[in-house]
């Protein structure tokens, strides 16, 4: 990775957390990244709303955010052909990391799932891998969003990876909770033929 | 019906995102991981009336249980006061606390699963939590309070097992 600096400015995020402190958390640290142009919603009918009339260029979400839950926000967004933020990066926010949570968001067409809690590190390394890593996007009838097929090289500086990490298996429905880097992986694992 | 690869199509794409991210001026990963620090830091007083808040209305709705009932639809909204503590308290500091909320937010789930509601495991599980919001336990890890942390594993297990 050439460069791990990203410019956030005249970036515009929206946060949706039906937390008013974890989304505050949240605008604080973008915020401290050089971020100033950031929307707070509080729940998917909120998202909907501001998506058809603004653009922006980063979608936060809570994975649970009421009242219809963050995989069919994603997949809603993902589908709706007329909608121009439909190709813009999703970026689930999650305290389920089960495999089969994280699957599933990847399934939805997300880009990245951001374990909860979130650090400041966790945070500007997924966004950065994001901005820097070009990804095509699969228009088929099953799905809509970024390639599933993709590896993950590192990150910029060589953070936010483990060198023991290993590919994830395919599990059962349930499962214990995944690291973020196993997280990671997991979003790497179809090109690996694991999926 | 099976997708053919007359049915898929792969494009590029370049965000706006991208676009900008890309741009020279952008702050150093370690000055925006500093800043990002310092705005945390920012917000931590404001987190102790959060703390409170969020802690006495989850007393409340547990309380409430036990007059009206606790169903499936009780533990999930329990478990939204549950989540929140569990997932801010580490952010800020509050390692011990975000341990037993995450204990207390897995009996909740095992409760909207079909578990029996258990009084006395909720109930030790709220003790705790109002222990460990004292600021003498920020800092805190769970390991240095092993007893703690074995009983509440040991009650959380003893529900999970009880599952239907």
Known sequence: MASSTINFRDTVILIADASSYLSMLVHSILRGFGATKILEVRDSISVLQVLSNQKFDVLLFDARLPPYGGLKLTHAIRRKVDNENRMMPILLMSSDTRETAIRRARDAGANMVIAKPISPASLYDRLAWVALTPRQFIDAPTYFGPDRRFKIEGYPNGVGRRKGDKIVDVAEESGPALAQGDIDNLFSAARMGKD | ?164
């Open chain 2, 1 to 164: 019906m099976a997708e053919t690869d007359d049915d898929v199509r792969i494009f590029p794409v370049e965000t706006r995102f991208q676009q900008l991210a890309k741009r020279p001026g952008g702050i150093p990963r370690d000055k925006a991981l500093a800043q990002a620090q310092a705005k945390i830091d920012e917000a931590k007083p404001a987190f102790d009336d959060w703390l409170n808040q969020q802690l006495d209305t989850l007393v409340d709705v547990v309380k409430g249980a036990q007059t009206q009932g606790a169903d499936a639809e009780w533990a999930e909204a329990a478990n939204r006061y549950c989540r929140q503590l569990r997932d801010v308290g580490s952010t800020m500091d509050f390692e011990l606390l975000t341990f037993i909320a995450g204990s207390l937010s897995e009996i909740l789930d095992a409760i909207t699963m079909g578990a029996e509601f258990d009084r006395d495991a909720i109930q030790c599980h709220i003790d705790a939590l109002l222990l460990a919001r004292q600021k003498s336990y920020r800092g805190i890890k769970p390991e240095q309070v092993p007893e703690l942390i074995s009983g509440l594993r040991r009650v959380a297990e003893q529900l999970s097992t009880s599952l239907p």
